[in-house]
C-alpha cells in the first residue's frame, strides 16, 4: 500500500482568518492525505518543530494579514537550517501577484490566493510532494 | 398553457406548467424558496402585534419611526493602515469626500495587546490596520480631527479598555468632556472565540472587563456604545445568514445577563448595546435577517425587563461581506457592494460600511475606497429608496422569510441552552464546528459548480489583473519603534510604576478596572504593559483546534 501523504496546515503569526485553513485541511484530509492542523499563532521554530517530529511532507501555511513576505520565509529558512529543505511548502492567503516570485524564490513552492478550488491545491501537492 | 383555468386574485400556489431552471431553489443559507409567496404564507403573522409602526414595538420596520427621511444613516468606512501619521492622512481623506463617521482598523500587535517592539508583532505591523502602542500614537491618529463632532468606531476587542482609555484620554487632553464624545468598541468577545479569533483573556475575565465597560460608559461616557455584538466576522468565516442571525443574538444575551448578574440596571446599559451585521449576496435573505434581528431582540429585552424604549432597539452597523469579493475581475466588486449595501440599508442599518473592490488583493487604494464611499452616496441621494420607512415591509416573501429566520434562530438558542449556554458551547466547539462545516459545504458547492460565482466558476476571462495596489512607507515601523523607545525614556517612571501596579491589584480584586486603565494610559503606560499586567493577572486563552 501506498503511503498517505502527510501534511502539516499552518497558521503563523497573529492572523485570526482560519476559515481558509480549515476548509484545506479538511479538503487534503478528505483526499486521502494525514493532516495536522497546528492552530492559531504560530511562530516558525513551533511550525518547524512540529513538522520534525510529525515527520510531514507538505507544509500548507495560510495568511491572510499581509505578513507573508516576512513569516513565510521565516519558516522556509528554519527548515534549511534543520535539513528539511526537501518537505513541500506551499502557501494560501491575500497575496498580491508582485510578492509571489520571491515568496518562489525563498521557497515557497506553490501559492494559492482567492479563488482556488481546493481540487488545485490537491493535485500540486500529489505533483509536487517529493516522496 | 394547459386547458385547465388559472384561478386569479387567490392564495393558492402558483401552477408549475414550465419547466424551471433548478429542481431546487433556496437562499445562500439553504432555505427552501417557492415559486410564489402570497398572503397565505403570512397569514398567521398580525400586522399591528407582529409588525407595526417603525419605532414601535417590536420594531420590526425600524427603530426610528421616520428613518432615512429623518436622517441618513452613517457613512463609515473601517480604516487603518501603517503608522498613525499614514492613517491619520486616510481619515482627512474620507472626511473629505463625504464620510459621516471613522472606523479604525488595527493591525494584529495592537488586537492582540502587544507593542510594535514585541517579538511576536514580527512581520505584522501595519499590515491590516493601524499600529497603536500607546496613548502618544492616539494623539497622532486624530490630531486635526474634530473628535467632539465626528463618531469613531473602533474594532478592538481583547485590550478594548486600553484602546478607549488612549480614546477618552486623548480627548480629555484636548480639552474635551469624556460626556460629549460618541463612538462604539466592539468589545465583544464571545464572538473573538467563536469565529474572529483575536481573543487574549480567558472567557470569565474577558467577561468581567465588557461588564466593566458597560457600567463605566453608562455613569461617565454616555454618548459611547460600549459594545458593537458582531455577527460580522461569523459570517465571514463561514456561517450561514441564520448562524449568523442566532450566534450574535445568543451573545447580545448573554452578556446582558452577566451585566444584570453584577447588579446593573438593564436600563442603565441596555440602550448603549449595538450590533455589527454582515451583508452577503443573497439580497432578501440578507434583509430579512435584519428586520428578524429588530424583532426577537426586542422581544428578547423585554422579557429580561428592560423598560425603556431605548433599550429594546436593536441598532446596527452593516460592512458588506469580505468574502464575497473576487480577486477574478475585481472592478466587478463594484457590483456586488453595491447590491449588498442596498440590502443593508432596505434592512434598516444605523451605519454602513462598502468594501473597496481591490480588497481581495490587498488594503484598498485611494481611489478604490472613494468609489465604494461613492456607491452609498448614490444610494442615499439618488436611488430614492431612503425616501419612505422599510418599503419591503408587507412583501409576502419578505414577511415570510423574515419569520422563518427568527424561528430558526430560536432553534439554536435551543441547541445552545442544552449546551449550558454560551461559554460552555464555546468550549465544547459546538460554533466552530456548525461554522467550518457551513464553510466547507459552500467551498465544495462551488468547486463543484453548483454554485457560481462571476468570474471565478462562470464567466472567466484569463486576463492578467491590473489594479494599482496601496504601497505603505516603509519608514513607519521604524519611525513607531523609535517613539516607543522615547516614550519609555521621556514618562515620568515613578507615576508610572504607581499607576501599573495599582491596576495590577484592582485586577486580582473585583473593583471596576475602567478608572484604573484610564490612570495608566494618562501615565503613557503602552498598550503592551498595560495589557501585559492583565494577562500575568488573567492568564491567556487557548483554542481547540477544530476543523
Not at chain 2, 482609555?165 to 464624545?181: M, V
Not at chain 2, 462598502?354 to 480588497?359: A, F, G, L, P, V
Not at chain 2, 430560536?410 to 456548525?434: C, N, S, T
Not at chain 2, 494610559?521 to 481547540?544: M, W
Request: proline letters at 4%; a neutral charge; one cysteine or more.
Amino acid at each position: 500500500m501506498e503511503k498517505k501523504i502527510r501534511v502539516l496546515v499552518a497558521k503563523p503569526g497573529l492572523d485570526g482568518h482560519d476559515r481558509g485553513a480549515k476548509i484545506v485541511a479538511r479538503a487534503l484530509r478528505d483526499a486521502g492525505m494525514e493532516v495536522i492542523y497546528t492552530g492559531l499563532h504560530q511562530t516558525a521554530e513551533m511550525i518547524v518543530e512540529t513538522a520534525v517530529q510529525e515527520d510531514v511532507d507538505v507544509i500548507g501555511l495560510s495568511l491572510l494579514s499581509g505578513a507573508h513576505m516576512t513569516l513565510f520565509r521565516d519558516v522556509t529558512k528554519l527548515l534549511r537550517e534543520k535539513g528539511m529543505g526537501d518537505v513541500l511548502v506551499v502557501g494560501g492567503g491575500i497575496i498580491p501577484k508582485e510578492d509571489v516570485p520571491a515568496l518562489k524564490k525563498a521557497g515557497i513552492a506553490g501559492c494559492f490566493g482567492p479563488g482556488t478550488t481546493c481540487e488545485e491545491i490537491v493535485e500540486f501537492i500529489k505533483k509536487n510532494v517529493k516522496k | 398553457m394547459t386547458g385547465k383555468k388559472k384561478k386569479t386574485g387567490s392564495c393558492e400556489q402558483l401552477k408549475n406548467d414550465t419547466p424551471e431552471r433548478k429542481t431546487k431553489f433556496e437562499t445562500l443559507s439553504g432555505i427552501g424558496v417557492k415559486n410564489l409567496y402570497t398572503p397565505k404564507d403570512i397569514s398567521h403573522l398580525d400586522y399591528n402585534k407582529d409588525m407595526g409602526l417603525p419605532g414601535d414595538f417590536p420594531y420590526l420596520r425600524g427603530v426610528h419611526s421616520t428613518m432615512y427621511r429623518g436622517r441618513l444613516w452613517t457613512m463609515r468606512q473601517f480604516a487603518g493602515f501603517g503608522s498613525a501619521e499614514e492613517t491619520n492622512q486616510r481619515y482627512k481623506y474620507l472626511l473629505n469626500h463625504g464620510e459621516t463617521g471613522l472606523s479604525v482598523a488595527f493591525d494584529y500587535p495592537t488586537l492582540y495587546g502587544y507593542d510594535t517592539d514585541h517579538p511576536l508583532a514580527r512581520g505584522e505591523f501595519g499590515k491590516c490596520g493601524v499600529a497603536i502602542s500607546s496613548l502618544k500614537d492616539m494623539e497622532i491618529l486624530f490630531s486635526g480631527i474634530h473628535v467632539d463632532n465626528v463618531t469613531t468606531s473602533m474594532t478592538i476587542n481583547g485590550p478594548a479598555p486600553i484602546v478607549w482609555g488612549f480614546y477618552i484620554a486623548n480627548a480629555e487632553n484636548r480639552g474635551i468632556d469624556r460626556r460629549i464624545i460618541g463612538g462604539t468598541i466592539q468589545n465583544d468577545i464571545l464572538k473573538e472565540y467563536i469565529a474572529q479569533k483575536s481573543y487574549i483573556f480567558p472567557p470569565e475575565p474577558s467577561m468581567r472587563l465588557i461588564v466593566d465597560t458597560f457600567e463605566f460608559g453608562s455613569k461617565e461616557v454616555p454618548r459611547w456604545n460600549t459594545i458593537s455584538i458582531s455577527g460580522y466576522h461569523i459570517r465571514e468565516a463561514g456561517s450561514t445568514a441564520v448562524q449568523e442571525l442566532a450566534f450574535t443574538l445568543g451573545d447580545g444575551l448573554e452578556y446582558v445577563r452577566w451585566a444584570v448578574k453584577r447588579g446593573l440596571n438593564i436600563d442603565d446599559f441596555a440602550p448603549r448595546l449595538s450590533f455589527f451585521f454582515n451583508a452577503h449576496n443573497d439580497f432578501f435573505e440578507e434583509i430579512a435577517k435584519y428586520r428578524a434581528a429588530r424583532r426577537i431582540w426586542a422581544k428578547e429585552l423585554k422579557s429580561l425587563g428592560a423598560k425603556k424604549p431605548r433599550s429594546l432597539l436593536m441598532r446596527f452597523h452593516t460592512q458588506t461581506a469580505g468574502c464575497t469579493l473576487t480577486a477574478q475581475q475585481p472592478e466587478i466588486n463594484i457590483v456586488r457592494v453595491t447590491m449588498q449595501a442596498l440590502a443593508a440599508v432596505l434592512g434598516g442599518t444605523q451605519s454602513l460600511h462598502t468594501n473597496s473592490m481591490d480588497e481581495a488583493l490587498a488594503l484598498p487604494s485611494e481611489k478604490a475606497v472613494r468609489i465604494a464611499l461613492r456607491t452609498q452616496q448614490i444610494i442615499a441621494e439618488e436611488s430614492g429608496v431612503t425616501d419612505t420607512v422599510d418599503p419591503l415591509g408587507g412583501s409576502y416573501y419578505v414577511e415570510w422569510l423574515t419569520d422563518k429566520m427568527e424561528n430558526e434562530t430560536y432553534k439554536y438558542f435551543d441547541r445552545v441552552e442544552k449546551l449550558g449556554g454560551v461559554i460552555p458551547a464555546i468550549e465544547k466547539g459546538f460554533f466552530q464546528r456548525e461554522i467550518a462545516e457551513a464553510a466547507y459545504k459552500y467551498q465544495k458547492e462551488t468547486d463543484e459548480n453548483k454554485r457560481f460565482i462571476v468570474g471565478v466558476n462562470k464567466y472567466k476571462m484569463n486576463e492578467p489583473v491590473e489594479i494599482p495596489i496601496l504601497k505603505m512607507d516603509e519608514k513607519g515601523e521604524e519611525r513607531q519603534i523609535n517613539r516607543l523607545k522615547k516614550l519609555r525614556k521621556d514618562r515620568d517612571k515613578a507615576k508610572f510604576d504607581r499607576t501599573l501596579g495599582r491596576l495590577r491589584k484592582a485586577a486580582e480584586g473585583d473593583e471596576n478596572l475602567m478608572p484604573y486603565i484610564l490612570d495608566c494610559v494618562h501615565s503613557y503606560a503602552t498598550l503592551g504593559e498595560t495589557c501585559g499586567v492583565l494577562r500575568e493577572v488573567f492568564g491567556e486563552y487557548k483554542e481547540p483546534a477544530i476543523y
